[in-house]
């Protein structure tokens, strides 16, 4: 029985909805890999996991090999991908679970190599993908190192070339521009691995921005060049989120982007409910520090949750959340496990009436942009900041 009234609700129909219209975009000879990794965005691993897969997905990614780990006991038949790097002693792991390496350092490959050598791997049965940093400066291996990794691939060895991967870090700029010069360094380090007489199946780029962009065929038509086949790798948007583009498309926007603005479906709601309802007089102070004065009587709603839930301390006093389909202003500073409300012009409002955070309530809805824009952050954060304890619940 859950105490404590603060939950997140998770559509995993809406999950797959999503899924399933986003690899309708996905240019011919694509595939999606569904980006899961930090709980699935806050979403909860283990509902998100199987969800994508029930809606086709063949292919998974999460950061970490500890992630890597969990997704693999959620999904037996999947590839899952570990994006964020393999560190130092994982090797083993990677090899026990199944799992796919990124991997852009000397040392990476040493232990991967190893790792295989010990289990007894055959000659080419331990795929990997290797990053290009192609202008980020983040991961992957840059152009002239890249004959070394590339030199590790020889044949008998336990390794395979399986994908070249890298990250754009500007697929939200309208114009394009930064991106097309990162596919023209990817399309040289193509060059430099076809020298080298390796043929991987797949080049891995492109996070939602792409998809919802002309990119996303830019990156297809780069893959074919090179006979390979476009990896995509949609994370927000798998969780309804329609990235914004910088500046805006004042027109021409992308027929996908217009699409996606009708057909992404929000998978997450969070919840809390109002504990107690209190009057107070013209005068009263509210909250730490009092900075929140009441001018007249006025109506309190105590709600259950606070910013060790993940609701932004940031929030007091200049946002509102939804009770019976009305906004209701944040009054004071937000606690760490309550906040209150300002439910004076809400008739009726009594304990156990359920308030919501994000998401839909009666007429109105409050987005994780909304969220973003008042604490100065990006959706990603908003998702990622609901804190473990809070429950997610699928429905
Ligand atoms: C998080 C991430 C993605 C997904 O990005 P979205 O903008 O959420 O679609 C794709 N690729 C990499 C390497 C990432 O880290």
């Known amino acids: 029985m859950q105490t404590r009234s603060c939950w997140v609700e998770i559509s995993t129909r809406s999950l797959e909805n999503n899924y399933r219209f986003l690899e309708s975009l996905a240019p011919r000879d694509t595939e999606l890999m569904a980006i899961l990794k930090a709980d699935a965005y806050g979403h909860s691993l283990a509902l998100c996991a199987p969800a ?9 990614a999460v950061t970490s090999v500890e992630e890597g780990m969990a997704a693999r006991a959620l ?27 990124v991997v852009w350092e000397s040392a990476q490959v040493d232990d991967l190599e190893a790792a295989a050598r010990t289990a007894g791997l055959r000659a080419g049965s331990l795929p990997l993908h290797l990053e290009i940093d192609t202008g980020m400066s983040r991961q992957g291996t840059n152009l002239e190192e890249l004959p070394l990794l590339l030199a590790r691939f020889v044949p008998g060895s ?4 399986e994908g070249v991967m890298t990250h754009l870090f500007a697929a939200d700029e309208s114009t394009g521009r930064v991106t097309q010069n990162q596919l023209s360094e990817l399309q040289k380090a193509l060059e430099i691995v076809e020298a080298a007489g390796l043929y991987p199946d797949w080049l891995n780029v ?3 921005s792409v998809l919802l962009s ?13 006979g390979m086949k476009a990896l995509l790798r949609p994370g927000v948007s798998l969780y309804g989120i329609v990235p ?16 996606a603005r009708s057909r992404l479906e929000p998978v997450l709601a969070f919840k809390t409910a109002v504990m107690s309802v209190r009057a107070i007089p013209a005068g009263a102070v509210v909250g730490y520090n009092g900075t929140f004065v009441a001018t007249e009587p006025m109506r309190l709603a105590l709600v259950t949750a606070g910013y060790a839930d993940g609701l932004a301390r940031l929030l007091g006093n200049r946002f509102s959340l939804l009770v019976r389909g009305m906004r209701a202003p944040l009054v004071g500073r937000v606690s760490m496990d309550h906040a209150v409300l300002d439910v004076t012009e809400i008739d009726g409002v009594t304990a156990g009436d359920e308030v919501v955070i994000l998401g839909t309530q009666g007429d109105e809805t409050i987005t994780a942009y909304d969220h973003a824009d008042a604490t100065d952050t990006i959706p990603w954060e908003v998702l990622t900041r609901i804190a473990a304890r809070v429950p997610r619940v699928a429905v």
């Open 244 to 259: 914004r583009f910088y500046p805006d498309f004042a027109k021409d926007a992308p027929e996908a982007l217009i699409e």
């Open 52 to 60: 994508v897969v029930r809606a086709g997905a063949r292919w998974i």
């Open 75 to 101: 999904c037996p038949q999947t590839r899952v991908m570990v994006i964020g790097g393999v560190v130092s002693g994982q090797g083993a792991e990677v090899v026990n679970h199944g799992l796919t390496a």
């Open 158 to 161: 336990p390794l395979r070339l």
């Open 206 to 208: 492109g996070q939602s």
């Open 214 to 226: 002309t990119n996303g065929a830019s990156i297809a038509a780069l893959a074919a060049r090179h």
